[in-house]
């Protein structure tokens, strides 16, 4: 038997990893399978420090260690030869950037949205991730994109409203703020062109609807 170990740098620092190194140790029937795993993690831009051990190696609580093999589900192409193409080592700004982007990710669906009923929570969450799928080629960063993410404008507060009114009507509520939005966005020609000659809403909610109120 011998062992590939290699320092994973994306999973490394958070999640299970909190304050830890992630270290990735997969098992192999002999040293030409070891061989192959080893070139497969050289070239993935997010392995480093990948020896070859012919005993089972161990490591401090420094380190957060998985162990895996061959038939374990994920990791049998990592004895296929050539399984990845070459690839530059991640800069530690591009790790850093990539950790947010995953973690914002788990946040669009696991963070409150302040919304007052399950309708209009799932319409924003589909509203976030459709804004964050967006963000990613904007140039900006990992920092910006979260805080723009979780942010609504009124605009797409807008838009989960009109989403969740074409499921069901809409509450008394929750029309009066599309209408109060509407107004606010578009102004009041827009306003009375959708909506008629019906006198606004108060400028104000009565009844908290969003997170960031």
Known sequence: MHWVSMTDRFMSGWGKS?????????????YSEALIVKENAD????????????SKPEFSDRYMVQYH????GGYES??????????PKMTDTQVKNAQRNFMNIAKVFEKPTGAITQRLHDSAITERFTKFLKLQNSGLTAKQIEEFTFKLTDAEKISILSKASSKAPLSRELAE???????????????????????PPEKEQWVKIWGDK
């Open 177 to 199: 703020e599309m209408q109060r939005l509407f107004l606010k966005v578009y102004g009041e020609d827009a306003y009375r062109s959708i909506f008629g000659y019906k006198d």
């Open 18 to 30: 909190q304050d830890q190194i992630n270290k990735l140790i997969i098992s192999c029937y002999n």
């Open 43 to 54: 070239n993935r831009s997010d392995m480093e420090d990948i020896k070859i051990h012919d």
């Open 69 to 72: 093999g061959r038939d374990e």
């Open 78 to 87: 990592w004895f296929e030869e050539g399984r990845f193409d070459p690839a």
